[in-house]
Nanobody, 123 residues
Framework: QVQLVESGGGLVQAGGSLRLSCAASGLPFRSTVMGWFRQAPGKEREFVAL????????YYEDSVKGRFTISKDNAKNTVYLEMNSLKPEDTAVYYCAAGQSMGQVSGGAPSSWGRGTQVTVSS
């Protein structure tokens, strides 16, 4: 059974930083593409970032480029999202996702989802 468990969310002031973690189990992590999505109140879930199975390739949604960094530790079965220069519009529930290909994950149809962690950025 695949489990993705997010942690690291919280309340932060604008301009601050947070690091989200997602611990994965029940899947071949070393050969899995991992991603992060977010859903703000009243909005649809949107893609934020993904990292290839090796960790060598990353993609970001335009609004987070240069501020967020996704990384993958295959030894710890964990994917991270380092978020800097946070803005109030980054406020959302952040979800970890896993899939077999970058197209599958970036297209919004990953195989597995975590339950999410709340990030709130105050102005």
């Amino acid at each position: 059974q695949v489990q993705l468990v997010e942690s690291g969310g919280g309340l932060v002031q604008a301009g601050g930083s947070l690091r989200l973690s997602c611990a994965a189990s029940g899947l071949p992590f070393r050969s899995t593409v991992m991603g992060w999505f977010r859903q703000a109140p009243g909005k649809e879930r949107e893609f934020v970032a993904l990292v290839s199975w090796s960790g060598g390739v990353t993609y970001y949604e335009d609004s987070v480029k240069g501020r967020f960094t996704i990384s993958k530790d295959n030894a710890k079965n964990t994917v991270y999202l380092e978020m800097n220069s946070l803005k109030p519009e980054d406020t959302a529930v952040y979800y970890c996702a896993a899939g077999q290909s970058m197209g599958q994950v970036s297209g919004g149809a990953p195989s597995s989802w975590g339950r999410g962690t709340q990030v709130t950025v105050s102005s």
